[in-house]
């Protein structure tokens, strides 16, 4: 079975900074799947990003962009230019080929602050 | 395109009873899956519906339930409620065409046992 470890339950990022949320998993699958889920307070579950394990290019949308180390099985997120609209609970998960499960770590917390 | 919808949003229901829930996926997408989520475990995974049928399971018991129709909607249903079923449950769609596709989240329905 696949696991999913966020270590850090809290952030905080002065507006217009730069943050990194960090995400480790544990699989014995070769061809997999990441995803970091971002879910705002009292709103829907939003997908940020996604990366296709067997491609070595780390994905990247506007602010967003991971830094995908498959050997090491990590797969942090960077937001660049924190705005307050970014504040939520970041989710990292995991899913094989097998079907659309997702494994989601804890998630993290972040408050980006004015 | 509308969204995933998920009725009711939210429920109280006591000890003993039993509670169905409703997803209505994005028009076109044939997977339905369920997750469960909690403060104390996160997001946990429940069942994954394609076409009427289980794709997959998670780890929950039998009181669970869960069941897809023709038009790709689906209904889960928790028998014999406990206080520990206390949760927001999500309900996520997405296409078949390939994997590693985009799921879908709705706004979740929250379920309070008393």
């Known amino acids: 079975a696949q696991t999913v470890t966020q270590s850090q339950p809290e952030m905080s990022v002065q507006e217009a900074e730069t943050v990194t949320l960090s995400c480790t998993y544990d699989t014995s699958e070769n061809n997999y799947y990441l995803f970091w889920y971002k879910q705002p307070p009292s709103r829907q579950m939003i997908l940020v990003i996604r990366?296709?394990?067997?491609?070595?290019q780390n994905a990247t949308e506007n602010r967003f962009s991971v830094n995908f180390q498959k050997a090491a099985k990590s797969f942090s997120l960077k937001i660049s230019d924190s705005q307050l609209g970014d504040t939520a609970m970041y989710f990292c998960?995991?899913?094989?080929?097998?079907?659309?499960?997702?494994?989601f770590g804890g998630g993290t917390r972040l408050m980006v602050k004015p | 395109k509308a969204g995933v919808t998920q009725t009711p949003r939210y429920l109280i229901k006591t000890r003993g009873q039993q509670v169905t829930l409703s997803c209505s996926p994005i028009s076109g997408h044939r997977s339905v899956s369920w997750y469960q989520q909690t403060p104390g475990q996160g997001l946990q995974f429940l069942f994954e519906?394609?076409?009427?049928?289980?794709?997959n399971k998670g780890n929950f018991p039998g009181r669970f339930s869960g069941r897809q129709f023709s038009n790709s909607r689906s209904e889960m249903n928790v028998s014999t409620l406990e206080l520990g079923d206390s949760a927001l449950y999500l309900c996520a769609s997405s296409a078949w065409d390939r994997l590693g596709n985009e799921q879908f989240f709705g706004p979740g329905t929250r379920l309070t046992v008393l």
């Open positions: 990366q296709e394990a067997y491609k070595q």
């Open positions: 519906y394609f076409s009427e049928t289980q794709r």
């Open positions: 998960a995991f899913k094989d080929n097998a079907g659309n499960m997702l494994t």
